[in-house]
T-cell receptor, first 111, second 114 residues
Framework: TQLLEQSPQFLSIQEGENLTVYCNSSSVFSSLQWYRQEPGEGPVLLVTVVTGGEVKKLKRLTFQFGDARKDSSLHITAAQPGDTGLYLC???????????FGKGTSLLVTP | EPEVTQTPSHQVTQMGQEVILRCVPISNHLYFYWYRQILGQKVEFLVSFYNNEISEKSEIFDDQFSVERPDGSNFTLKIRSTKLEDSAMYFCASELPLGGDIQYFGAGTRLSVL
């Protein structure tokens, strides 16, 4: 099973600040996905990154896939309270079916 | 917007009892999954199901677990004899083949084994 390490585990910031969270592994992935999970809900896909070095933007969220396709980062600009949630990275297993998740970064943005 | 629905939202059971967790996947999806998330831990894969058979299962998915698609809409997870350590959030997900490998998750069922 590929191990996805996410850091930091917890992050509490004030509205308007920028932040970056990380997802690292020793394995190489064909693609990597970022999900956001709110309390009492299931994970919701934010983005899939496929190409090494790829950068994808989703409004104030910027996702980057490492050149070696072993790691990824999520940068949030000018965080808002609505960004509060658990951010998970995930990658498909070698079989292509199962998703292996990291433990996530729990983000709290206070007004 | 189509969504995966799960029932019940919260299930409380006694240790040793059988439980059935229900899911209605998105209607034109063909791949179905169960995951669980123990409180404070990561989301863990249990099983995937395609064409009326299990396509992959994890070490967690032992003989106490089974899945079924009894009709054209429901996808169920049965735990035959629940243990305390089965307490977790159970998430169902479905996927459209060639749909970009996107799994859509339900809101989950919280299973509490007493």
């Amino acid at each position: 099973t590929q191990l996805l390490e996410q850091s930091p585990q917890f992050l509490s910031i004030q509205e308007g600040e920028n932040l970056t969270v990380y997802c690292n592994s020793s394995s190489v992935f064909s693609s990597l996905q970022w999900y956001r999970q709110e309390p009492g809900e299931g994970p919701v896909l934010l983005v899939t990154v496929v190409t090494g070095g790829e950068v994808k933007k989703l409004k104030r969220l910027t996702f980057q896939f490492g050149d070696a396709r072993k790691d990824s980062s999520l940068h949030i600009t000018a965080a808002q309270p609505g960004d509060t949630g658990l951010y998970l990275c995930a990658a498909h297993s070698n079989s292509g079916y199962a998703l292996n998740f990291g433990k996530g970064t729990s983000l709290l943005v206070t007004p | 917007e189509p969504e995966v629905t799960q029932t019940p939202s919260h299930q409380v059971t006694q240790m040793g009892q059988e439980v059935i967790l229900r899911c209605v996947p998105i209607s034109n999806h063909l791949y179905f999954y169960w995951y669980r998330q123990i409180l404070g831990q990561k989301v863990e894969f249990l099983v995937s199901f395609y064409n009326n058979e299990i396509s992959e299962k994890s070490e967690i998915f032992d003989d106490q677990f089974s899945v079924e698609r009894p009709d054209g809409s429901n996808f169920t997870l049965k735990i035959r004899s629940t243990k305390l350590e089965d307490s977790a959030m159970y998430f169902c997900a479905s996927e459209l083949p060639l749909g970009g490998d996107i799994q859509y998750f339900g809101a989950g069922t919280r299973l509490s084994v007493l």
